[in-house]
């Protein structure tokens, strides 16, 4: 069993469709972690991710981690802490970051309410995110889920939750809070690659009773 199954360091895991990656093997930030087995599908060009991670600036910091097996289509965006402009004062315009003088607005302002940071953007494993949906700084998106096409992601998703809409909201939730409970303690993505090539038809089923079973 244990040659069974892509190889996760792969760039190309379908080598005659390579506008599909294996997404960890083609990230260069640093500040942009992925785990093994998520893909994204490009209808242009894969490497068109990183530039789809917007206002990623180095000097603020924040993160992108996604988990595995996670199935991401073209054109999502994640938008980053770098986007943030302050809202309570009349103008909304970031003068301090052009200097020669304007900067001084710092001397007399807190960075941190003036420019707020909402924290790593932070997708759980097993999630899907269709076409084109964009997600907000900060948010976090539970193991399980689904981001309809066209959704953007302005607040955290719960676990199995399947949203939609702008802004998203949760349309119903794949399983019930009980069997959700269960199988996030089940958490089959951290399982070795040959126990999960073991159990697939049980991972693609709807006995929970049975993969629970093995999960142990």
Same mark, same amino acid.
């Given at each position: 069993?244990?040659?069974?199954?892509?190889?996760?360091?792969?760039?190309?895991?379908?080598?005659?469709?390579?506008?599909?990656?294996?997404?960890? #093997?083609?990230?260069?930030? +640093?500040? %942009?972690?992925? &785990? $093994?087995?998520?893909?994204?599908?490009?209808?242009?060009?894969?490497?068109?991710?990183?530039?789809?991670?917007?206002?990623?600036?180095?000097?603020?910091?924040?993160?992108?981690?996604?988990?595995?097996?996670?199935?991401?289509?073209?054109?999502?965006?994640?938008?980053?802490?770098?986007?943030?402009?302050?809202?309570?004062?009349?103008?909304?315009?970031?003068?301090?970051?052009?200097?020669?003088?304007?900067?001084?607005?710092?001397?007399?302002?807190?960075?941190?309410?003036?420019?707020?940071?909402?924290?790593?953007?932070?997708?759980?494993?097993?999630?899907?995110?269709?076409? #084109?949906?964009?997600?907000? +700084?900060? %948010?976090?998106? &539970? $193991?399980?889920?689904?981001?309809?096409?066209?959704?953007?992601?302005?607040?955290?998703?719960?676990?199995?939750?399947?949203?939609?809409?702008?802004?998203?909201?949760?349309?119903?939730?794949?399983?019930?809070?009980?069997?959700?409970?269960?199988?996030?303690?089940?958490?089959?993505?951290?399982?070795?690659?040959?126990?999960?090539?073991?159990?697939?038809?049980?991972?693609?089923?709807?006995?929970?009773?049975?993969?629970?079973?093995?999960?142990?």
């Amino acid at each position: 069993m244990t040659n069974i199954g892509p190889d996760a360091t792969e760039r190309y895991p379908m080598p005659h469709h390579q506008k599909l990656v294996f997404l960890k #093997n083609i990230i260069t930030n +640093p500040n %942009i972690e992925v &785990g $093994d087995f998520t893909y994204y599908d490009d209808f242009d060009d894969p490497f068109n991710f990183e530039r789809n991670v917007l206002y990623h600036f180095d000097f603020i910091g924040d993160k992108l981690a996604i988990g595995k097996f996670c199935a991401i289509a073209s054109g999502v965006k994640f938008i980053m802490n770098g986007a943030n402009h302050e809202i309570s004062p009349i103008s909304t315009y970031p003068f301090a970051i052009f200097g020669n003088g304007w900067e001084k607005i710092n001397e007399v302002a807190n960075l941190t309410a003036k420019y707020p940071h909402k924290g790593d953007t932070i997708i759980g494993n097993d999630v899907w995110i269709g076409y #084109n949906a964009t997600i907000m +700084p900060g %948010i976090q998106i &539970g $193991d399980g889920a689904i981001i309809a096409s066209q959704a953007v992601v302005t607040k955290d998703v719960p676990a199995y939750a399947v949203v939609g809409g702008n802004p998203a909201q949760v349309i119903r939730k794949r399983f019930s809070d009980a069997v959700i409970e269960r199988l996030l303690k089940i958490a089959w993505w951290n399982w070795d690659v040959a126990k999960i090539s073991t159990h697939l038809k049980l991972i693609n089923s709807v006995d929970i009773d049975a993969l629970e079973a093995v999960g142990g």
